[in-house]
């Protein structure tokens, strides 16, 4: 009797005890703190997570945690989306709140955290050195970027540009890293830029916001304005394999509220302490902009690649989804001004 319920409880046929599809279908989750008054209702704290039934409680531990998985727990718990969704000790630590699921990774449309996927391999950093739980905060309402896919193809061009042209540019390491090499011995060489527009709308119901604090922000004297994100926009060229072939560095960025629907107005400049994309505008950037390009001096020409265009890559923002944030478009480069080619620009989501 002994063999046949160890049998039937490794088959997942005992009534008893449930096997591991059965306790990932029946997880439940909530938010819990060590800093937050008792009874509480909670929009903020430490993830927990239970595989029977809620008799006991455990914390996660995540490699990627970020507001992807954020807005899969907010939307489970009817809370609405993440704000922010970092690993931290501030609602409480991994000695005292022991994790209970590790590797946990979303594509951020999931309806529950149970549908996320795990990591492939055992994530190095959950050792005992790190205290670090994953936590949460939801707001009932959030920004969501939308990426201009028609401006990028519209606009693209190929410029030839001297160096001469580039100072401020190449100050803000928005060329190739050969150009610097080549400066040094010819300071009025070509660089071949790839240029195109890029519109940033803010669909969602509250305002995009820079995640530093102002006095944060940098100053730069080439443009005459402070720059409020580091990463907002990344352009990049890969090749058919998918191998990344040249890389746009787009240093920095000011927002602001470049054009708004009807009956919006505009209130966000590229100033001090007022940037931002008011709900219902967008903040374009135009082809003519320093930096608003892809370097591609050095590929190879004669051959079909791939244009990738994704607003907040690294998902510091928090948004209400990250599908509509990416475009990818075939480019044909010849290397010559005429017949390089930008076309059949599509939606794509983030990279992961």
């Not at 190095?124 to 905060?137: D, G, P």
């Not at 920004?143 to 190929?158: K, P, T």
């Not at 102002?214 to 402070?226: F, G, I, S, T, V």
């Amino acid at each position: 009797m002994k063999s046949l319920l160890l049998l039937l409880s490794c088959l997942g046929l005992c009534t008893c005890q449930l096997n591991m599809y059965n306790n990932f279908r029946n997880m439940r989750i909530r938010l819990a703190s060590s800093t937050a008054p008792a009874m509480q209702p909670l929009r903020e704290g430490r993830v927990e997570i239970s595989f029977d039934n809620g008799r006991s409680w455990g914390t996660i531990c995540s490699t990627h945690w970020s507001l992807r998985e954020g807005n899969v727990v907010c939307r489970q718990l009817g809370l609405g989306y993440a704000s922010m969704a970092i690993a931290s000790t501030k609602h409480g630590n991994s000695q005292a709140n022991r994790w209970g699921l590790v590797g946990t990774r979303c594509r951020g449309t999931e309806r529950k955290l149970s549908e996320c996927h795990r990591e492939p391999t055992y994530p190095t950093m959950c050792n005992a050195n790190n205290r670090n739980v994953s936590t949460v905060a939801c707001v009932s309402k959030s920004a969501d970027l939308e990426l201009g896919v028609s401006d990028i193809e519209i606009s693209a061009y190929l410029a030839l540009v001297p160096m001469t042209q580039l100072t401020c540019a190449m100050e803000e390491n928005c060329v190739s890293k050969d150009a610097y090499v080549v400066r040094r011995t010819n300071p009025r060489a070509i660089r071949k830029l790839l240029r195109f527009s890029v519109k940033a709308s803010n669909v969602g119901t509250a305002d995009v916001s820079p995640y530093a604090n102002y006095k944060d922000w940098e100053w730069h004297q080439c443009h005459m304005h402070y720059h409020s994100m580091n990463v907002f926009a990344t352009f990049n060229v890969y090749n058919n394999r998918y191998q990344k072939v040249a890389q746009g560095h787009k240093a920095s960025f000011c927002l602001m509220d470049s054009t708004c629907n009807l009956g919006v107005t505009p209130k966000y400049m590229c100033g001090n302490t007022t940037q931002g994309i008011s709900a219902g505008c967008a903040d374009v950037y135009s082809h003519v902009l320093d930096c608003q390009w892809v370097d591609v001096t050095t590929v190879p020409i004669n051959k079909k690649y791939k244009l990738r265009v994704e607003l907040n890559p690294e998902y510091v923002l928090g948004e209400m989804s990250f599908e509509n944030n990416g475009a990818e478009c075939e480019l044909d480069y010849t290397g010559e001004v005429l017949t390089t080619r930008v076309s059949n620009c599509k939606r794509k989501p983030l990279l992961i």
